[in-house]
């Protein structure tokens, strides 16, 4: 198979010589988790392969966020774990901004979490499943502690990076005018969107001056697999980037249409009477209010969270995966919609980096 590289662009920025590294044109970025002090081992391997990967190259900070206190041990650990000078920071997330809204109809949301759970929904019941989503969804880029930053690159405990990464990929995102940037693209569970795009499709009839005319919308749209699912998402294909990687821009996310379309999903209350992912809401804006060529396929970083893989065909990549293994790409009818992005929303330019 084609090896992979790094994006084929003029100018990529490597990494100083200096001592202390960093990158030789920094962004105001940072390397974000939100992660509870359980976590904190897993949050530490995490941490290292970032840094192996990338990080102790670019010197980016660290930013993690919890909605409970971190406890010193959590602290001290993570800081230990990480070269002298790295800069860390530990935040908490304000109780409104994790917390079942007072708009939430509490018996409303309990019985459409037991039906959820019937239909067999992960995490339908648990209340703070549904609190992380919508914080991922439209609280994160409010934090005190990220209103310096530009971009972010969402980083969860027990995650794994394959491949060197030796340019900075946040100076890619700015210097490309990307505002969003992903490795995996997948099928959602049905049951967990039901009313998101109807309700989203009554919202832009109102909004349609928010609406790209570079959108994806055919990702959104056409289901290459399964359009019989169409049916009960009212034409949603379920096409969403796997949020657990993602790089963002800040600034698209504080945007007016962002903006105005999430304080829309919240009074429409599906962060809890259904179980709307971040990954799916993030999608779906990407899709109706980005152009398609702000949106930016990292094939070249090797990346897994449990159960999937991107192990690009490169020499980069280490020896723990195999390479030009993309799981879910075997089982491609069921679960990954890379494919339909291919198609739908890039460009020859974009395929041929
Ligand atoms: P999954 O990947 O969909 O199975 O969900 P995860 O359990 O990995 O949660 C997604 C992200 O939110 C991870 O970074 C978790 O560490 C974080 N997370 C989930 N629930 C909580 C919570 O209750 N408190 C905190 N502080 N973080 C959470
Ligand atoms: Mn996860």
Same mark, same amino acid.
């Given at each position: 198979?084609?090896?992979?590289?790094?994006?084929?662009?003029?100018?990529?920025?490597?990494? #100083?010589?200096?001592?202390?590294?960093?990158?030789?044109?920094? *962004?105001?970025?940072?390397?974000?988790?939100?992660?509870?002090?359980?976590?904190?081992?897993?949050?530490?391997?995490?941490?290292?392969?970032?840094?192996?990967?990338? $990080? #102790? =190259?670019?010197?980016?900070?660290?930013?993690?966020?919890?909605?409970?206190?971190?406890?010193?041990?959590?602290?001290?650990?993570?800081?230990?774990?990480?070269?002298?000078?790295?800069?860390?920071?530990?935040?908490?997330?304000?109780?409104?901004?994790?917390? %079942?809204?007072?708009?939430?109809?509490?018996?409303?949301? =309990?019985?459409?979490?037991? /039906?959820?759970?019937?239909?067999?929904?992960?995490?339908?019941?648990?209340?703070?499943? /549904? $609190?992380?989503?919508?914080?991922?969804?439209?609280? +994160?880029?409010?934090?005190?502690?990220?209103?310096?930053?530009?971009?972010?690159?969402?980083?969860?405990?027990?995650?794994?990076?394959?491949?060197?990464?030796?340019?900075? %990929? +946040?100076?890619?995102?700015?210097?490309?005018? =990307?505002?969003?940037?992903? *490795?995996?693209?997948?099928?959602?569970?049905?049951?967990?969107?039901?009313?998101?795009?109807?309700?989203?499709?009554?919202?832009?009839?109102?909004?349609?001056?928010?609406?790209?005319?570079?959108?994806?919308?055919?990702?959104?749209?056409?289901?290459?697999? =399964?359009?019989?699912?169409?049916?009960?998402?009212?034409?949603?294909?379920?096409?969403?980037?796997?949020?657990?990687?993602?790089?963002?821009?800040?600034?698209?996310?504080?945007?007016?249409?962002?903006?105005?379309?999430?304080?829309?999903?919240?009074?429409?209350?599906?962060?809890?009477?259904?179980?709307?992912?971040?990954?799916?809401?993030?999608?779906?804006?990407?899709?109706?209010?980005?152009?398609? #060529?702000?949106? /930016?396929?990292?094939?070249?970083?090797?990346? #897994?969270?449990?159960?999937?893989?991107?192990?690009?065909?490169?020499?980069?990549?280490?020896?723990?995966?195999?390479?030009?293994?993309?799981?879910?790409?075997?089982?491609?009818?069921?679960?990954?919609?890379?494919?339909?992005?291919?198609?739908?929303?890039?460009?020859?330019?974009?395929?041929?980096?």
């Amino acid at each position: 198979k084609e090896k992979i590289d790094e994006p084929q662009v003029a100018g990529l920025v490597r990494a #100083s010589s200096a001592a202390g590294g960093g990158s030789d044109n920094p *962004v105001a970025a940072t390397i974000l988790s939100l992660v509870r002090n359980e976590d904190l081992e897993e949050m530490i391997a995490s941490v290292m392969e970032v840094e192996r990967a990338f $990080n #102790s =190259k670019f010197a980016y900070p660290y930013t993690f966020l919890n909605d409970a206190e971190f406890t010193q041990e959590f602290q001290d650990a993570i800081r230990a774990a990480l070269p002298a000078g790295r800069k860390v920071q530990f935040g908490t997330i304000a109780p409104e901004d994790w917390s %079942v809204p007072e708009s939430i109809d509490l018996e409303r949301f =309990k019985a459409s979490m037991q /039906h959820l759970e019937d239909e067999g929904v992960a995490y339908a019941t648990r209340e703070s499943y /549904h $609190n992380m989503c919508r914080y991922f969804s439209r609280g +994160f880029y409010h934090h005190p502690l990220l209103r310096e930053y530009k971009y972010t690159w969402r980083l969860e405990p027990g995650v794994k990076f394959f491949c060197e990464v030796d340019y900075d %990929v +946040f100076r890619f995102m700015a210097d490309q005018g =990307k505002v969003y940037g992903y *490795v995996l693209n997948l099928y959602d569970n049905l049951q967990s969107v039901e009313s998101l795009w109807r309700d989203t499709r009554e919202w832009l009839e109102d909004h349609t001056q928010y609406l790209s005319e570079g959108g994806a919308f055919d990702w959104v749209r056409e289901n290459m697999q =399964k359009p019989e699912n169409f049916a009960t998402t009212g034409g949603y294909s379920t096409c969403h980037f796997w949020t657990n990687f993602e790089i963002a821009s800040l600034d698209w996310l504080r945007s007016e249409p962002y903006e105005a379309y999430m304080d829309f999903l919240e009074s429409m209350g599906g962060f809890y009477y259904e179980r709307w992912g971040d990954a799916p809401v993030r999608s779906l804006a990407l899709a109706l209010f980005a152009d398609r #060529s702000q949106i /930016h396929w990292f094939r070249d970083i090797g990346y #897994s969270h449990f159960p999937y893989i991107n192990c690009p065909n490169s020499d980069r990549c280490d020896k723990r995966c195999s390479p030009a293994e993309f799981v879910p790409w075997d089982n491609l009818e069921v679960e990954n919609c890379q494919a339909t992005w291919i198609r739908y929303a890039m460009t020859q330019e974009e395929r041929d980096l």
